[in-house]
């Protein structure tokens, strides 16, 4: 049920934004079982050509966040008006993206509850509180980006490092399995990924000395398949002097191989923590994911070498995790300009034109990368999508300024691709900072920086969206927001953009130019993906709008559908 203590201030606001709007309703009541359709593999293979549901964390295997329902289109989009909303038990950072299937709404919050809710109407059908361990360490907010669904199952993963599996009607625990040591800083704060009976699920905590690692658990008993630890036992890498786009790194080679063969290979505290579902390629049974920073993120003295894998694409096995490829962004990380947004299969053309399988990366580095699905080597970097000055100056201790800051460009927030238009929409960040070292040793399970960032005082700060052309790497059009934008972004069939602010509104834009056509005031920071379904012939779109604890926007609780009837 949803609850209303603690509310008072949302509520307010949402109440004032729905006054007078027909057929807008706020759950109350909750239905006591899920009227449940089983979730097939057949289903989910087929998830990106599928107008009715929204059945993974990004859409579809390739993670394209483009929804082929074109009901809701340029022409008619000034007339969508709120639906239902549902309001959450906590009131916190919402990352969330919902997962629709045959009208059965999942959602998560902070915190780790999950909810089952009538997609229709927004009634609750269930609600599941994990009990969390009592030493967690997680980065950047307590965030939960989503669940996965699988059969008869819904899946998701905890900031105390476990995997759970409940039951789909009832919401009743089926089984739960630790997948690493909380008191060491591993959290998942990622939604999990399903295909072919295997639950794949990456960790974060690369700013605790972790070391990071994607894991394959039978979706059945919770039984662990396969582990690929994304720091290998020879983590030195080539020594690369610079980073993908040919910019000097400016290392002191020699001072690290010193540093490498007196302390020897530190990837048993390296990082290289998952923030993001990976995309599947089911052709090739390969899994593509990427990995985020070394540990410690600012002080690469006790971490001499490439740091391999962090940074990098990264491309596995289905059936056995082994490795098969991988590219490295930026060697050495001295700036925690890791890619962090969720990877995206398409075809795309490559230098002499002909059209070949690839993955695409949005970075904090502020470019989209193209990288060859085949051997993850580089096909083109776009054009820079929010300034880049002073790369890559190195950290000291009196600290050095340099933009991107360390929230980027493009954060955790995932892209969305229109493969008729042949773009790719990233929301930026500008914000400036100084970057400081500050050495210390490893602290066991604590926080490890080693060193920080501050935003430049009187510096701008700003958003944009990116549409970003991918077979050339030039920029199509930018919107400029006032705010940093983090969250994600919706594609449709219809012409469309959906994405929201953090200054609580969500808004659709003209996919092929970036005009504003509709907006509306949920009154808490819009910084989550939003996803679309159909139900009986009737398009709604969706989002949770609870703010973001790393750029400190609006906190909230509610979950609010749009529609045009």
């Not at 400081?436 to 430049?456: C, E, H, M, N, Q």
Request: net charge neutral; charged share 15%.
């Amino acid at each position: 049920m949803a609850r209303a203590g603690g509310l008072a201030l949302l509520a307010g606001v949402v109440t004032l934004a729905l006054a007078g709007t027909a057929g807008a309703q706020e759950s109350r009541t909750a239905a006591k079982f899920v009227d449940l359709n089983l979730l097939t593999q057949d289903l989910l293979n087929h998830a990106d050509g599928d107008g009715n549901n929204f059945l993974l964390a990004n859409g579809s295997y390739q993670q394209t966040r483009y929804y082929p329902n074109r009901q809701i289109d340029v022409s008619n989009v000034s007339g969508l008006h709120p639906a239902w909303v549902f309001q959450m038990d906590v009131m916190d950072s919402l990352e969330t993206t919902p997962i629709v299937n045959n009208g059965v709404m999942y959602v998560t919050s902070a915190y780790n509850h999950v909810y089952a809710l009538d997609a229709r109407t927004g009634a609750e059908f269930w609600h599941y509180k994990h009990r969390m361990s009592s030493v967690t360490g997680y980065c950047c907010g307590p965030n939960n980006r989503g669940v996965a669904v699988y059969g008869e199952r819904v899946y998701f993963g905890t900031l105390d490092a476990k995997l759970v599996a409940l039951e789909a009607k009832t919401g009743k625990l089926i089984w739960q399995t630790q997948i690493a040591d909380p008191q060491l800083g591993y959290s998942v704060t990622a939604a999990p990924t399903v295909v072919n009976g295997k639950i794949l699920i990456g960790v974060s905590g690369g700013q605790y000395g972790i070391r990071g690692f994607v894991k394959a658990f039978d979706a059945i008993n919770g039984r662990l398949l396969w582990t690929f630890n994304t720091t290998p036992e020879n983590s030195q890498g080539v020594w690369a002097t610079t980073d993908a786009t040919g910019h000097d790194l400016h290392r002191d080679i020699a001072a690290e191989k010193a540093a490498y063969a007196k302390s020897g290979d530190p990837y048993r505290v390296l990082g290289g923590g998952v923030w993001q579902t990976p995309a599947v390629d089911l052709a090739a049974n390969r899994v593509y994911f990427v990995v985020g920073n070394p540990s410690p993120p600012y002080d690469g003295s006790v971490r001499p070498g490439d740091n391999l894998y962090t940074d990098s694409l990264v491309a596995v096995d289905l059936e056995t995790g082994k490795y098969i490829c991988h590219f490295q962004y930026v060697p050495h990380d001295l700036w925690n300009l890791e890619p962090a947004s969720a990877p995206v299969l398409a075809d795309v053309k490559d230098k002499d034109g002909k059209t070949v399988p690839a993955v695409l990366e949005a970075g904090k580095t502020g470019n989209l990368y193209v990288n060859s699905r085949k051997d993850c080597s580089l096909i083109r970097v776009s054009d820079p999508m929010v300034p880049q000055d002073g790369m890559w100056t190195v950290p000291t201790k009196d600290g050095v300024p340099m933009q991107p800051g360390a929230n980027g460009g493009v954060a955790w927030s995932p892209i969305a691709l229109n493969p008729k238009l042949g773009l790719a929409y990233a929301l930026n960040i500008h914000q400036p900072m100084t970057y400081f070292t500050d050495s210390t040793p490893y602290p066991g399970g604590r926080l490890w920086l080693g060193g920080g960032v501050k935003a430049i005082p009187g510096a701008p700060q700003w958003g944009n969206i990116s549409a970003v052309d991918y077979d050339t790497g030039k920029i199509r059009w930018q919107v400029r927001t006032a705010r940093p934008m983090v969250g994600g972004v919706l594609a449709t069939a219809g012409g469309l953009l959906f994405t929201g602010d953090g200054d609580g509104t969500f808004k659709a834009y003209d996919a092929q130019d970036g005009r504003v056509l509709w907006q509306f005031y949920v009154g808490a920071g819009v910084n989550a993906p939003p996803i679309s379904y159909s139900i009986a012939g009737q398009q709604y779109v969706v989002v949770a709008a609870g703010g973001n604890a790393q750029l400190n926007y609006r906190r909230g609780n509610v979950v609010i559908a749009f529609t045009l009837n």
